[in-house]
């Protein structure tokens, strides 16, 4: 079974996690440094228990703890909480990533009284030189999962936009070009792979839709999932 992948977009709204968790799938998605988090061994203050007297008790907010952005979160890391990884994008371009991944839980609408997430991987991507972190990932991938194939899997979106260059080039050279067609085209097609196949669909110039001329194995399950 392939890992799902999405941007922010898709990423850091807790209803598409949860619904990727409720299916029993494993995902690694990007989220915005906006996005609340509880620290490791945090959480809200438990609810006191209703002794059957008046108005049944609510959590208290804030508490002892309170949850924390994912962009402060980083800014508390230690330089040495980061490693370098070497990451490679074909057989003969490699690329290094400083990277650190530390066990969080989800804190969606904390204020409200919501009870924590399951507890999952932060994954902070924060190049040497930048004033920031680059990229913000959650992962529900196992506890014991190394950083290298954290950071490997979290990055395989890179995949998902070649394929539509490689798509838009092929089609720039049989007009009708529909660039918002093509793109949505691309994002199906990469959805429906959840096989780990795909149509490979290009332009024709007596017809304002892609035609199917041939289908391709992918090593991955792309805009959705990756293998």
Known sequence: RGVVLADAAYGDGNEFRA?????GLEYSVAIKGGTTVWRKGEGPDPVREHT???HRPRRAYPGKHQ???VKA??????DDA???VRLWRGRHEAVQVRAAALRVRPAHKANAGLPPGPEQWLIVEWPDGNEEPFHYYLSNLPPRTRLTRL???AKLRWRVERDYQDL?????KR???????IRATTLASLNGGSYGHRSNKTCTADSTAPTEVQQSRLPFLAAGASR
């Open 52 to 54: 059957g007297r008046g």
């Open 19 to 23: 619904g990727l968790i409720e299916r």
């Open 73 to 78: 979160l980083a800014a508390e890391l230690a």
């Open 82 to 84: 980061f490693t370098s």
């Open 151 to 153: 950071v490997d899997i």
């Open 67 to 69: 949850p924390v952005t």
């Open 175 to 181: 007009p009708p070009y529909r660039a918002p067609l």
């Open 168 to 172: 838009k080039r092929k089609c720039q």
